[in-house]
């Protein structure tokens, strides 16, 4: 069975960048053909957002209105992605998840396995 799980502070100042750790177990590897690794949130009373993604070829997509502020990256050796969002507000208050996916967007039937998410607060 694969298993996502997120790790990462649930507290983060306004200014300050957003890290969270995606760590994937249960036979499935960030490097395998075929599947995207992605990172999405839903802020209290709304809708699920989708942050960006990373391909089994390391190849990267943003959504054009986080691109500005987002960096995925990932460390084949631990299994594990990573989201670091950069000058973050109280807007990006959300709990995140992240997923694995048949594509990159916002096409959550494309989605198979997720996280439990994480709840991230920003707050002076």
């Known amino acids: 069975q694969v298993r996502l799980q997120e790790s990462g502070p649930g507290l983060v100042k306004p200014s300050q960048t957003l890290s969270l750790t995606c760590t994937v177990s249960?036979?499935?590897?960030?490097?395998?053909?075929?599947?995207?690794w992605s990172w999405i949130r839903q802020p209290p009373g709304k809708g699920l957002e989708w942050i960006g993604a990373m391909a089994y070829s390391g190849a990267t997509y943003y959504s054009p209105s986080l691109k500005s502020r987002t960096s995925i990256s990932r460390d084949t050796s631990k299994n594990q992605f990573t989201v670091q969002l950069s000058s973050v507000t109280p807007e990006d208050t959300a709990v995140y998840y992240c997923a694995r996916s048949y594509w990159y967007g916002s096409n959550w039937t494309k989605y198979d396995y997720w996280g439990q998410g994480t709840q991230v607060t920003v707050s002076s």
């Open positions: 249960g036979g499935s590897d960030t490097t395998n053909y075929h599947y995207y």
